[in-house]
C-alpha cells in the first residue's frame, strides 16, 4: 500500500506542530504550511522530514500553489488538515470592521479555500479525509469572543454540509472541536482565568495540542465516521 500523505495548513503552530510531528511518526508523508516563522518551519521539517511551504491561507493562489506543489512531490493528498486559525477578545461594540474581516478571512474563507483547492483531487481519486480544527467557541459561544465563536460556527456548518456533499465519491470530512488548549492562542489569559477554566473542566487540566492532534489522527482514520463534532475539552462547561 502506498504511503498516506497528509496537507496540513498551519503546521508550525501549538497545535498544527503537535500534527505534524504525530503524522510523520505515524508513517505519513506529510507537508505543513507556516505563515510567518520560516525558522521554526525549519526546524520542524528536520526534525520530522516533513516538507515546508510558506503560504498565506487568505490567498487562494498561494493555496493552490502549495497543493499543487504538494501533489508534485507525492502524487497525491490523503487527508487535509486545516489547523490555521486567529482568535481576538472584544466586546462587540468595540469589534472593528478590519477586525471583523481579519478573523472571517483566517478562519472561514482560509478554510474555504483550502477545501476548494484539494477537494477535486480527492474526488479524482475517490478518497480522502479532511479534518477542520474548530473550537467548543463554534458550538456554545462565548463573551468577549463572539466574532471567533461565529467564524468557528461557521466552519462546523461548512464541515456537515461538506460530509454530505462528498460522501458519494469517498471523501469523509469532520471537525475537532478543542477546549482550552496550552497555546500561544490562549497567551492573553491570566493564570487566575486558567485556573478558573482548569475548574469548570471535568478533567481539572489543560489540553496539550498532542490530545488534539490524537483526535485528528483518529478521526482522520475512521474509516466509517463522518460529518461529526469531535469536543475536546477535558468535559469543559463553559
Known amino acids: ?21 504525530l503524522f510523520t511518526q505515524k508513517g505519513y508523508n506529510v507537508a505543513f504550511t507556516y505563515f510567518q516563522s520560516a525558522k521554526l518551519a525549519e ?7 516533513a516538507i515546508s511551504f510558506k503560504c498565506d491561507i487568505t490567498n487562494f493562489d498561494q ?3 502549495t497543493v499543487a506543489k504538494t501533489i508534485k512531490i507525492f502524487k497525491h493528498i490523503d487527508l487535509l488538515v486545516i489547523c490555521s486559525g486567529v ?14 474581516d481579519f478573523l472571517v478571512n ?25 479534518v477542520f480544527v474548530s473550537s467548543i467557541l463554534g458550538q456554545d459561544g462565548c463573551s468577549c469572543e463572539s466574532v471567533y465563536s461565529l467564524t468557528k460556527g461557521g466552519v462546523n456548518a ?22 482550552l488548549i496550552d497555546t500561544k492562542m490562549n497567551d492573553n489569559l491570566t493564570d487566575d482565568d486558567k485556573k478558573e477554566l482548569v475548574e469548570n473542566a471535568l478533567l481539572k487540566r489543560i489540553g496539550s ?15 466509517y465516521i463522518t460529518g ?3 469536543t475536546v475539552s477535558g468535559g469543559m462547561i463553559i
Not at 87 to 100: G, L, P, R
Not at 107 to 120: D, E, R, T, W, Y
Not at 209 to 223: Q, V, W
Open 209 to 223: 495540542p498532542k490530545d488534539i492532534a490524537n483526535a485528528i489522527l483518529f478521526l482522520s482514520e475512521a474509516e
Open 106 to 130: 483566517a478562519n472561514l474563507k482560509g478554510a474555504f479555500f483550502a477545501s476548494k483547492a484539494v477537494i477535486p483531487h480527492m474526488v479524482s481519486a475517490k478518497n480522502g479525509s479532511i
Open 228 to 230: 461529526v463534532e469531535l
Open 87 to 100: 482568535a481576538k477578545q472584544n466586546m462587540i461594540t468595540d469589534v472593528t470592521t478590519s477586525e471583523f
Open 63 to 65: 493555496v493552490k500553489d
Open 1 to 21: 500500500m502506498a504511503t498516506k500523505t497528509a496537507l496540513i495548513f498551519g503546521g508550525s503552530g501549538g497545535i498544527g506542530k503537535a500534527t505534524t510531528e
Open 43 to 49: 526546524q520542524i521539517s528536520v526534525k520530522t522530514g
Open 158 to 179: 461548512f464541515s456537515k454540509s461538506l460530509a454530505k456533499e462528498l460522501g458519494s465519491s469517498g471523501i469523509r470530512v469532520n471537525t475537532v472541536c478543542p477546549g
